[in-house]
């Protein structure tokens, strides 16, 4: 079972607040900054950064594509654009299928952020949490497809065996990076020189069209 840490701006949330758990819980126990100070905290180099961006909007989009979806683009963002509501971004082509190929795409980039960190000898207690707590907006989209798909909210209970629990399509993530675990951090390279990259670029980069 997961143990869930409560972060700093917890204490004011309302107990019914369904994006709580999403935003002011994480699993790795908050370090003593203020919270809004994620960038401090990372403490990365501007080149490591812009590495790291990469990596996790390159996990959404090769995850995505290997289920047969389509992407319109994905790009870094100019230092101080918010306008997209992040560093970076992937536009997703309309689609629909299971639930669980959404939360693994959604999921892909805070869990592939912690394997290239472990991988590159990054890795800390205060990175893996940064990778958590600016996962937030992609763990709300996991829940809100799993309450349209089931009528249910999603739990954060640490439960692997729950396929309603964050546990569970944290397990189903990590295997679906396996196998394309090479051409995300490819397409990740491409994307940090180049800045954007078309779904049709990013899928021939990725490998799955010629």
């Not at 994480?26 to 100070?37: A, F, I, L």
């Amino acid at each position: 079972m997961i143990r869930w840490f409560a972060n700093s701006d917890a204490v004011a949330a309302l107990g019914e607040a369904e994006w709580a758990p999403w935003v002011r819980y994480t699993r790795v126990p908050p370090p003593s900054y203020d919270w809004e100070c994620t960038d401090t905290v990372a403490a990365y180099t501007p080149e490591e950064q812009l590495l790291n961006s990469a990596v996790h909007e390159a996990a959404h989009a090769v995850v995505f594509m290997a289920r047969g979806y389509q992407i319109r683009d994905i790009a870094l963002h100019e230092p101080g654009d918010r306008g997209h509501g992040g560093r970076a971004h992937v536009t997703y082509l309309p689609a629909s299928g299971p639930w669980v190929d959404w939360a693994v795409t959604c999921a892909a980039g805070e869990r592939a952020e912690v394997r290239w960190m472990g991988e590159t000898g990054r890795w800390s207690l205060e990175r893996a949490w940064v990778a958590e707590r600016l996962a937030w907006r992609d763990r709300s989209q996991i829940g809100a497809a799993y309450r349209d798909s089931s009528g249910k909210e999603l739990t954060f209970h640490g439960d692997h065996d729950d396929s309603g629990d964050y546990a569970w399509v944290m397990d189903r993530t990590d295997e679906a990076l396996k196998p394309v675990w090479d051409q995300v951090l490819r397409l990740a390279h491409h994307v940090a020189d180049r800045r954007r990259i078309s779904g049709v670029e990013a899928a021939r980069i990725a490998g799955f069209v010629r």
